[in-house]
């Protein structure tokens, strides 16, 4: 059977792929960009748009890291507006479960739910790092191997707190004067050693009962965690070989937690350039990874790995001949990314030889390991391309990250999404009022996955 | 400080279906759509049609009682309610004027996350945000963030004890940290110079190094300066504590008078705090809390109350002032008390939307009629409405 494609749209981040730069970019912070990038999805009947988040200004070599766009909007705030210039596209906000409540969570997820009729999405993130820590009065540190057992707690407590209203409590009848038909609704009590709460919560059950939650992490645990308790999972975008690898790995836990193959979406985040011709795509996509990876920037990617000061580095020259230095990364703070590097030698060593091997300088050698695009092409080629990676099991469907802000997006629905309806793998209007209608999601109801998490 | 000549400010309280228990069974109620975007959108739009400098909206981490201390287990009176924040955001978008303070918890939640989430209304908004900050002294909100436990309240005491002070105090540095954050920019920080190939000049960016009795916060904000620079900060004070937190902190405070000398006298209270905090030079308003009942003549509107205390079982019950009578009537009272310093109002309607249309197409017209109240709106920014001027950043050099 042809699977339908699931669409969604990453407003563009604070990070290198965003291009600021260019002279159509505009504003990260001003409600119109974030308006004109809801329109453009919505008009392209995507499933949802996406905001990331962090919580403390990136720093590097002791500074605060100046070459990307800095500052965003508090994530909740700006989706609950979005929802007032939008109608159907679903609204999903990363929420770190480390630097936050879940009372105060659940309350504002239940509430962007009921504002948005139903549109509410929480990619759950977890952190660890004493810096972010710094902004908060909590404070911050959490031991590394605690954090996927907090944020399982912190969903678990979550989804208590969204199911303690049934839905049925409030009657509101005039003539009898019955406003509820439970005196004490929204009981609830979490007792456990990251949270020991108990009461009644404040906000009766929203649309969807329980907002969509997002996963991210692709380690072991982390797929863990999705197969027990996401709807969808946002990972990085691979080959296709790799991607049915992990496709098929991740569908494969589910049955472990009493989930079947359809209640678990895998959409990983892609990039793309379109041109008339292969040959003009291809030569945009290099003027666009260039403009990502400025001389600047590669030294700063340099530094990333090699977890030392390297600004007298020549980025038009080979690679550092010492080594990097290993241990925690000092060099780069607030940025998950470092992480990735889990040994840093063996990856210099592999980019020594691949620089070497392919004649690059340093910034050449960056382009190729960061900057490549996920889908290159004429709009009928990217089409055909998602389409195939979709229906052989390498994902779903995709969250499209564009480089411009806010318009980066329009070509991609302009000439894309018709193909892709063409082809009758994509919807020509939203079926459904909520993001699980869109997404062919169930509604939860105080279901098994309490009970896995649990466990 | 405000010259109490000018025409007077008016804030309408949005509450539920209103504020008076009984209030969701009147006929134009709308109880079964509480939590939808609809009906808060509606509630804005009459209030901006008025020409209303603001509205509140009322919130708290725990479910409604009549008790003020504990949960009551009723099933006649509203419960349940939206985060006041977010109802704000997804309302702002639809007003063009009109103000937005919506109640927040400073009690249990993090000023780095309000600090951006304000900050973010001003730019949905543009320029029209501000908050009102709430203190949570019930031992049964502390128990729903498991991070501190509270004392059972003393009732005898409830308004002054050595817990309300430490919260009020707590409540003052929080504020402070709102205020560093919304400054932790400068307003030119952004300065995408392709030269260089840099988006922010770091030197405009600030750490706030907040260091106080309750917590610390490092900084800067995640979300550059707002529209205003400083959103408008108000809180609602009874007693010494609150009013000291008002003369110290807050742009916007709000008072219970119950007669135009008492008015006198809460005013002197809070102008007492603000120089001892020595903010005598900065313009702080202060306004009078009222609940009105409003009909077409006062027999009428003493019915409508007597009426709806008989539906709720007992008479209505405030800290407040609870005004019954025409808007005529309510326009005598608001230009007696503002003679006795008060520079507006916050208004807290008895049922919505009714009192609510009566405030803004019986009392504005009225109020207007007697030079008292705007024509138009004069600004595009709530402090514009205010009568603040856009302040300067404190880590901005000169």
Redesign the interface.
Same mark, same amino acid.
């Given at each position: 059977m042809t699977k339908q494609i699931h669409l969604a749209a990453h407003f563009p981040g604070v990070n290198n792929t965003t291009v600021?730069?260019d002279p159509e970019s505009g504003s990260h912070?001003?409600?119109d960009s974030f &308006?004109e990038f809801a329109r453009i999805a919505e008009a392209g009947k995507l499933d949802f748009i996406f905001l990331a988040e962090?919580? &403390?200004?990136r720093e590097q070599n002791d500074?605060?890291y100046?070459?990307?766009?800095?500052?965003?909007?508090?994530t909740?705030?700006?989706l609950?507006?979005l929802?007032?210039?939008t109608e159907r596209i679903g609204l999903t906000g990363t929420i770190n479960s480390t630097?936050?409540?879940p009372?105060?969570v659940a309350?504002?997820f239940?509430?962007?739910d009921?504002?948005?009729?139903g549109r509410a999405a929480w990619n759950v993130v977890t952190s660890w790092d004493a810096f972010t820590g710094?902004?908060?009065?909590?404070g911050g540190f959490l031991a590394q191997v605690d954090r996927y057992d907090r944020a399982k707690s912190f969903l678990q407590t979550a989804h208590e707190l969204f199911d303690s209203?049934r839905g049925d409590?409030?009657v509101?009848d005039?003539e009898t004067?019955?406003?509820?038909?439970?005196?004490?609704?929204?009981a609830f009590a979490h007792h456990d050693r990251f949270?020991?709460?108990?009461?009644?919560?404040?906000?009766?059950r929203?649309p969807q009962g329980r907002p969509v939650v997002f996963q991210a992490g692709d380690s072991d645990e982390g797929r863990d965690f999705a197969a027990a308790a996401a709807d969808v999972i946002f990972s990085r975008h691979s080959t296709l070989e790799a991607g049915q690898a992990f496709y098929a790995d991740v569908k494969g836990r589910l049955p472990r937690f009493g989930r079947t193959r359809d209640e678990l979406l895998i959409m990983p985040a892609a990039t793309f350039v379109l041109g008339d011709t292969e040959v003009e795509a291809a030569e945009l996509a290099q003027e666009v990874r260039l403009a990502q990876v400025?001389p600047?920037?590669a030294i700063k990617f340099l530094e990333q790995l090699w977890n030392r000061d390297l600004s007298d580095h020549d980025p038009d020259g080979p690679l550092p001949s010492v080594d990097p230095v290993v241990g925690e990364n000092t060099i780069a703070r607030g940025r998950a990314s470092v992480r990735m590097h889990r040994d840093p030698v063996a990856t210099a060593h592999e980019w020594r030889a691949k620089a070497e091997a392919e004649h690059l300088t340093t910034r050449e050698l960056i382009v190729e390991v960061t900057g490549r695009q996920s889908f290159i092409g004429t709009p009928a080629t990217v089409a055909a391309t998602i389409d195939e990676f979709v229906q052989n099991d390498a994902s779903d469907g995709f969250v499209l990250a564009p480089h411009i802000t806010p318009g980066g997006l329009g070509r991609f629905v302009e000439q894309v999404v018709p193909l892709l309806q063409e082809r009758g793998v994509f919807r020509t209007d939203y079926e459904g009022t909520t993001l699980r209608d869109h997404l062919g999601l169930p509604l939860r109801d105080g279901d098994h996955r309490s009970r896995t998490l649990a466990g | 400080m405000p010259d109490p000549s000018s025409p007077l400010h008016l804030v309408a309280a949005l509450d539920g279906a209103g504020w008076h228990p009984a209030a969701?069974?009147?006929p134009g109620?709308r109880?079964?759509e509480l =939590?939808?975007?609809g009906y808060w959108?509606d509630l804005a739009q009459e209030a901006e049609r008025g020409l209303l400098d603001a509205v509140t909206i009322e919130d708290?981490?725990?479910?409604?009682s009549d008790d003020p201390f504990t949960?009551d287990?009723?099933?006649?009176?509203?419960?349940?309610?939206?985060?006041a924040?977010?109802?704000a955001?997804?309302?702002?978008?639809?007003t063009r004027h009109l103000g937005f303070l919506p109640t927040a918890v400073v009690t249990?939640?993090?000023?780095?996350?309000l600090s951006?989430?304000i900050?973010? =209304?001003d730019?949905?908004s543009?320029g029209r945000a501000g908050v009102r900050v709430q203190v949570a002294a019930r031992p049964?909100t502390a128990?729903?963030?498991?991070?501190r436990e509270l004392p059972p309240v003393d009732r005898s005491t409830a308004a002054t004890g050595p817990l309300v002070t430490e919260l009020f105090d707590e409540a003052a540095e929080y504020v402070e940290v709102l205020r560093r954050l919304w400054d932790s920019?400068e307003d030119d920080a952004?300065i995408?110079d392709?030269a260089t190939?840099?988006?922010?000049?770091?030197d405009k960016?600030h750490y706030i190094d907040f260091a106080g009795q309750?917590?610390?916060?490092?900084?800067?904000s995640?979300?550059?300066r707002p529209p205003q620079g400083q959103p408008v900060v108000a809180a609602l004070g009874h007693a010494e504590g609150p009013w000291r937190l008002i003369g110290r902190s807050a742009d916007l405070g709000f008072v219970t008078p119950t007669d135009a000398a008492d008015a006198a006298r809460l005013v002197a209270a809070v102008r007492t705090e603000q120089a001892a905090a020595g903010r005598s030079e900065e313009p702080v308003h202060v306004f009078g809390d009222l609940v009105v009942v409003l009909d077409d003549d006062a027999t009428a509107a003493a019915d409508r109350l007597a009426r709806l205390d008989d539906?709720a079982g007992a008479p209505l019950r405030s800290d407040a002032h609870v005004f019954t009578g025409t808007p005529a009537q309510l326009a005598d009272l608001l230009a007696e008390w503002q003679r006795a310093g008060l520079t507006g109002f916050r208004l807290r309607p008895a049922v919505l939307p009714d009192d609510l249309e009566r405030i803004t197409r019986g009392l504005v017209p009225e109020l207007r009629r007697r030079g008292l109240f705007r024509t138009g709106y004069e600004a595009d920014t709530l402090r514009g409405l205010l009568g603040l001027t856009r302040p300067a950043n404190r880590y901005a050099h000169a």
């Amino acid at each position: 059977m042809t699977k339908q494609i699931h669409l969604a749209a990453h407003f563009p981040g604070v990070n290198n792929t965003t291009v600021w730069s260019d002279p159509e970019s505009g504003s990260h912070i001003e409600f119109d960009s974030f &308006r004109e990038f809801a329109r453009i999805a919505e008009a392209g009947k995507l499933d949802f748009i996406f905001l990331a988040e962090g919580l &403390r200004l990136r720093e590097q070599n002791d500074r605060i890291y100046d070459l990307d766009v800095v500052g965003r909007p508090d994530t909740f705030t700006v989706l609950a507006a979005l929802a007032a210039v939008t109608e159907r596209i679903g609204l999903t906000g990363t929420i770190n479960s480390t630097f936050n409540e879940p009372y105060e969570v659940a309350r504002q997820f239940a509430s962007l739910d009921h504002l948005s009729a139903g549109r509410a999405a929480w990619n759950v993130v977890t952190s660890w790092d004493a810096f972010t820590g710094e902004n908060f009065r909590r404070g911050g540190f959490l031991a590394q191997v605690d954090r996927y057992d907090r944020a399982k707690s912190f969903l678990q407590t979550a989804h208590e707190l969204f199911d303690s209203w049934r839905g049925d409590e409030v009657v509101a009848d005039k003539e009898t004067g019955t406003f509820l038909a439970d005196p004490h609704p929204g009981a609830f009590a979490h007792h456990d050693r990251f949270f020991d709460i108990a009461g009644q919560f404040d906000v009766p059950r929203s649309p969807q009962g329980r907002p969509v939650v997002f996963q991210a992490g692709d380690s072991d645990e982390g797929r863990d965690f999705a197969a027990a308790a996401a709807d969808v999972i946002f990972s990085r975008h691979s080959t296709l070989e790799a991607g049915q690898a992990f496709y098929a790995d991740v569908k494969g836990r589910l049955p472990r937690f009493g989930r079947t193959r359809d209640e678990l979406l895998i959409m990983p985040a892609a990039t793309f350039v379109l041109g008339d011709t292969e040959v003009e795509a291809a030569e945009l996509a290099q003027e666009v990874r260039l403009a990502q990876v400025s001389p600047a920037t590669a030294i700063k990617f340099l530094e990333q790995l090699w977890n030392r000061d390297l600004s007298d580095h020549d980025p038009d020259g080979p690679l550092p001949s010492v080594d990097p230095v290993v241990g925690e990364n000092t060099i780069a703070r607030g940025r998950a990314s470092v992480r990735m590097h889990r040994d840093p030698v063996a990856t210099a060593h592999e980019w020594r030889a691949k620089a070497e091997a392919e004649h690059l300088t340093t910034r050449e050698l960056i382009v190729e390991v960061t900057g490549r695009q996920s889908f290159i092409g004429t709009p009928a080629t990217v089409a055909a391309t998602i389409d195939e990676f979709v229906q052989n099991d390498a994902s779903d469907g995709f969250v499209l990250a564009p480089h411009i802000t806010p318009g980066g997006l329009g070509r991609f629905v302009e000439q894309v999404v018709p193909l892709l309806q063409e082809r009758g793998v994509f919807r020509t209007d939203y079926e459904g009022t909520t993001l699980r209608d869109h997404l062919g999601l169930p509604l939860r109801d105080g279901d098994h996955r309490s009970r896995t998490l649990a466990g | 400080m405000p010259d109490p000549s000018s025409p007077l400010h008016l804030v309408a309280a949005l509450d539920g279906a209103g504020w008076h228990p009984a209030a969701w069974r009147e006929p134009g109620a709308r109880p079964t759509e509480l =939590l939808t975007a609809g009906y808060w959108t509606d509630l804005a739009q009459e209030a901006e049609r008025g020409l209303l400098d603001a509205v509140t909206i009322e919130d708290a981490l725990n479910l409604q009682s009549d008790d003020p201390f504990t949960p009551d287990d009723r099933t006649d009176r509203v419960r349940g309610r939206l985060d006041a924040v977010l109802v704000a955001s997804r309302v702002a978008p639809t007003t063009r004027h009109l103000g937005f303070l919506p109640t927040a918890v400073v009690t249990h939640t993090e000023p780095f996350h309000l600090s951006k989430a304000i900050a973010t =209304l001003d730019y949905v908004s543009t320029g029209r945000a501000g908050v009102r900050v709430q203190v949570a002294a019930r031992p049964d909100t502390a128990a729903n963030f498991g991070r501190r436990e509270l004392p059972p309240v003393d009732r005898s005491t409830a308004a002054t004890g050595p817990l309300v002070t430490e919260l009020f105090d707590e409540a003052a540095e929080y504020v402070e940290v709102l205020r560093r954050l919304w400054d932790s920019w400068e307003d030119d920080a952004e300065i995408r110079d392709a030269a260089t190939g840099r988006f922010v000049d770091v030197d405009k960016l600030h750490y706030i190094d907040f260091a106080g009795q309750n917590f610390s916060v490092r900084g800067p904000s995640i979300t550059p300066r707002p529209p205003q620079g400083q959103p408008v900060v108000a809180a609602l004070g009874h007693a010494e504590g609150p009013w000291r937190l008002i003369g110290r902190s807050a742009d916007l405070g709000f008072v219970t008078p119950t007669d135009a000398a008492d008015a006198a006298r809460l005013v002197a209270a809070v102008r007492t705090e603000q120089a001892a905090a020595g903010r005598s030079e900065e313009p702080v308003h202060v306004f009078g809390d009222l609940v009105v009942v409003l009909d077409d003549d006062a027999t009428a509107a003493a019915d409508r109350l007597a009426r709806l205390d008989d539906v709720a079982g007992a008479p209505l019950r405030s800290d407040a002032h609870v005004f019954t009578g025409t808007p005529a009537q309510l326009a005598d009272l608001l230009a007696e008390w503002q003679r006795a310093g008060l520079t507006g109002f916050r208004l807290r309607p008895a049922v919505l939307p009714d009192d609510l249309e009566r405030i803004t197409r019986g009392l504005v017209p009225e109020l207007r009629r007697r030079g008292l109240f705007r024509t138009g709106y004069e600004a595009d920014t709530l402090r514009g409405l205010l009568g603040l001027t856009r302040p300067a950043n404190r880590y901005a050099h000169a």
